[in-house]
């Protein structure tokens, strides 16, 4: 599908999504199945009250879309031990604790289970597919792994040790996978740096009087990225010319100040440099006096970033997996929850250490999903160009005042006497070309097939018709013979109209 920016803000210090300027709720759109997110997220100090946008020292950075620990709706799971283990189960949404305890002790472990146990939440309500498991040991038993998986929604058998003093216990949870999640490396992207590019060559004209020529000044535009730019650049630079350098220069510099510091790159005082804001991001210096009505294309004013900020933190998300489709199957939307998780370490220590403790910062807002109206295929599939649409069957009723205009060489007779098996049908028609069939004389009567009769002709205006004699010979008036020749002969019936 297409490629879609996402603007996330965060707050650092409520550990909530907030506004674009830091405060309020944040405002986020609708996404589309089939899509890839690119989320670019900034981060805000609001300890203060007033919201300070910070770029934290960020060790890692997780993203996902779905259910928060939910459980799958039905299948089963069979576990093993370690990679060459057998596998043990099966393990379903409804097993009870004294089911998961038997399961356990049956297997082959070497060690015994000896309680398993379940978990309320904080509303005292039985928690689902959560059992916590003791064994007669005293190491952890951290080699469970997924057997066979047949759950869906597709999802996880989570297997976690944990202490209590001197106890080990398990954690087994059976959790629905996400239906979107962060599958490269977060990194910080720096904004696009200022540049320059040249608008109009300095010199003569190519169509001037050589003797009384017209003369332009050349003309560069200096491109700063920000208004307008998700990411924006937010630092200083420098001008550089023929080997000069003007002073250190901001984004919120203007023509003026611009212009000034390139003449400032020389000490006669004279003018060289014009500038102007003809459109946003783009300041358009002219070379005068001195640096006029001279091509400057190999010598164009050049950009050095002296200082910027930290990038901002980019990450894509898919929205065209397996999962997502699976869960607007049915649904024309769902609304899901976004959770972005930072793992960050003070700004003097170095994320790459771990040893360095880190700390979890944890965003959480609901998204809504659409599925697709025009899905991908419709752009390399052609669909059929219908000559004619299909339409339900149609016709024209008979009535006595139609027009007739065509051929009415047409002959019909009623065969069979109970006794003969051939008969001469004279049409007296003048042709051998036409069609013939021959039709049960009765109500739904069947049509005969051709291997059940043979057809003659015996000259222009008769015909013969034989029945097999290994069959009984037809009845009196069976058959109805029709016989339409395709002569050239048309007649027309009188067009009148029936008047009540």
Known sequence: M???????????????????????????????????????????????GQPVEIAPNVRTLNAAIGK?????????????????????????????????????????????????????????????????????????????????????????????????????????????????????PAARVLPPAP?????????????????????????????IPVIGFANPFAGTYVLRWRGRESHVLGVEDGPEQIASALDGMFSDGKTRF????????????????????????????????????????????????????????VEASIVRELEIELEVVGDDEDPEDIEVIGRPITFKVNVTILREQIWKELATIQTINWLRPPTPRDYIPFTADQILVGNQATYVAAIGDGEARSFSLPH????????????????NGRMLLPDEYTLRFASADELIVDFPAELDPPEINAYIANFTAAGPASAFQAHTHTIE
């Open 2 to 48: 297409s490629e879609i920016t996402l603007q996330l803000y965060a707050s650092t210090t409520l550990e909530k999504f907030v506004g674009s300027d830091g405060n309020g709720e944040p405002e986020l759109p609708t996404l589309k199945l089939g899509d890839t997110i690119k989320a670019q997220l900034r981060t805000f100090d609001t300890s203060t």
């Open 68 to 184: 928060v620990i939910e459980p799958p709706t039905r299948g089963e799971v069979m576990l093993k031990l370690g990679d060459d283990g057998d596998p043990f189960g099966p393990i379903t949404v409804g097993t009870t604790k004294e089911e998961l305890l038997a399961i356990f002790n049956d297997a082959v472990l070497g060690v015994t289970c000896e309680e398993v146990e379940t978990d309320l939440d904080v509303k005292g309500v039985l928690i689902p597919c959560l059992w916590l498991l003791r064994f007669d040991a005293d190491d952890p038993l951290d080699a469970i792994k997924t057997a066979v998986n047949k759950m869906r929604p597709e999802s996880f058998a989570r297997w976690r040790p944990f202490q209590i003093g001197d106890v080990w216990w398990h954690e087994l949870r059976l959790i629905q996978a996400p239906l979107a999640f962060i599958e490269d």
């Open 195 to 223: 540049s320059v590019r040249q608008i109009r060559a300095g010199g003569a004209s190519d169509y001037s009087d050589p003797l009384n020529p017209i003369l332009t000044n050349e003309i560069q535009a200096l491109t």
């Open 274 to 329: 014009l500038a102007q804001l003809p459109i946003d991001n783009e300041i358009w210096i002219e070379f005068v006096g001195p640096a006029g009505e001279t091509d400057w294309t190999a010598q164009p004013i050049t950009v050095a970033v002296q200082t910027f900020k930290p990038g901002l933190l980019t990450f894509e998300l898919s929205l065209d997996r397996a999962q997502m489709h699976s869960a607007l199957r």
């Open 428 to 443: 007296n028609l003048g042709s051998m070309n036409g069609v013939f069939s021959l039709r049960e004389n009765s109500v």
